[in-house]
């Protein structure tokens, strides 16, 4: 079976599912399981129900779909995944991006992506929430190489605008109507699941990082093939820039995580409805 058969069975599912049409989609990194708790009309579908569509059991990623209709004025219809796959479980990249080729064969045609990340500069410390405005990809592979697939667009994808910068300003404007510091960086792409030397976390610093995570980037890639709109927030968990570097609790990240949370969360209510009317021409 080809992929696009397997994304005609895997929608063809989710549709006998729910009937409502959602035009963005959401994906929730580690340690982020509120939003999907606020929606009207919800429907929840486990990853392995979905056709082609797996995951391996982790415990900060809980692997669901939910469809539904947020809890802001608008009733906004949105698509969230809860949970995403790594380079580092071993998938292959088709089965990393397979969630986003779903989310545009439902109809999305926009993506906010949410992740845990380190630190790589002081002025971005733990607590604080990163809009990527770039990214340095150092994850060994890519969603576009291999068989080229034409009804996903140019195997050759454009990221001159992989962070949509229409978004990126509706993003920062409703983030000080929040008193959220949401700061612009470059997120880094590794492969993981280790974490980075002392070195390592300078050599990031020095290339042009300012926070570093395990994973979005093969989905941006994948997005952008399709000419959807992305944003990443990036809520930062640790500090990589200490010296001596600290040993990393990973209750600690999950702490800070659920702390900035309920912010975050009402960051995307509140630029939803703009966001929305801001999409790129689906191609």
Same mark, same amino acid.
């Given at each position: 079976m080809n992929l696009q058969e397997?994304?005609?069975?895997?929608?063809?599912?989710?549709?006998?599912?729910?009937?409502?049409q959602a035009r963005i989609g959401l994906v929730l990194g580690t340690g982020m399981n509120q939003l999907p708790e606020s929606l009207h009309q919800r429907i929840?579908?486990?990853?392995?129900?979905?056709?082609?569509?797996?995951?391996?059991?982790?415990?900060?990623?809980?692997?669901?779909?939910?469809?539904?209709?947020?809890?802001?004025?608008?009733?906004?219809?949105?698509?969230?995944f809860q949970g995403r796959l790594h380079h580092y479980e071993?998938?292959?990249?088709?089965?990393?991006?397979?969630?986003?080729?779903?989310?545009?064969k439902l109809g999305v045609q926009g993506l906010i992506m949410t992740n845990a990340a380190g630190s790589l500069v002081p002025s971005l410390p733990p607590g604080d929430v990163m809009l990527a405005s770039d990214? =340095?990809?150092?994850?060994?592979?890519?969603?576009?190489?291999?068989?080229?697939? !034409?009804? /996903?667009?140019?195997?050759?994808v454009d990221l001159a605008e992989a962070y949509n910068t229409q978004w990126r300003k509706?993003?920062?404007?409703?983030?000080?109507g929040l008193k959220l510091n949401l700061s612009e960086g470059v997120y880094v792409g590794v492969p993981g699941p280790h974490l980075e030397t002392q070195a390592e976390y300078r050599y990031l610093a020095q290339i042009g990082g300012q926070a570093v995570g395990m994973s979005t980037i093969p989905e941006v890639i994948a997005a952008r093939q399709l000419n959807m709109n992305c944003a990443?927030?990036?809520?930062?968990?640790?500090?990589?820039?200490?010296?001596?570097?600290?040993? =990393?609790i990973i209750e600690d990240i999950l702490n800070r995580v659920q702390k900035v949370? !309920?912010? /975050?969360?009402?960051?995307?209510?509140?630029?939803?409805?703009?966001?929305?009317?801001n999409l790129n021409p689906k191609t």
């Open positions: 397997k994304l005609k069975k895997a929608s063809e599912y989710v549709r006998s599912r729910s009937k409502i929840e579908i486990p990853y392995e129900d979905i056709p082609h569509l797996s995951l391996k059991k982790q415990s900060f990623h809980q692997g669901k779909l939910y469809i539904g209709k947020l809890n802001n004025p608008q009733k906004q219809p949105v698509l969230i071993g998938y292959s990249m088709e089965d990393i991006v397979f969630p986003i080729r779903l989310a545009y990214h =340095i990809n150092l994850i060994p592979d890519s969603p576009v190489r291999g068989e080229e697939s !034409p009804s /996903l667009g140019s195997r050759f509706i993003l920062k404007k409703k983030a000080l990443m927030l990036s809520v930062i968990s640790d500090a990589g820039y200490q010296v001596p570097l600290k040993p =990393i949370e !309920p912010q /975050l969360n009402q960051l995307i209510l509140n630029s939803l409805p703009e966001l929305e009317k």
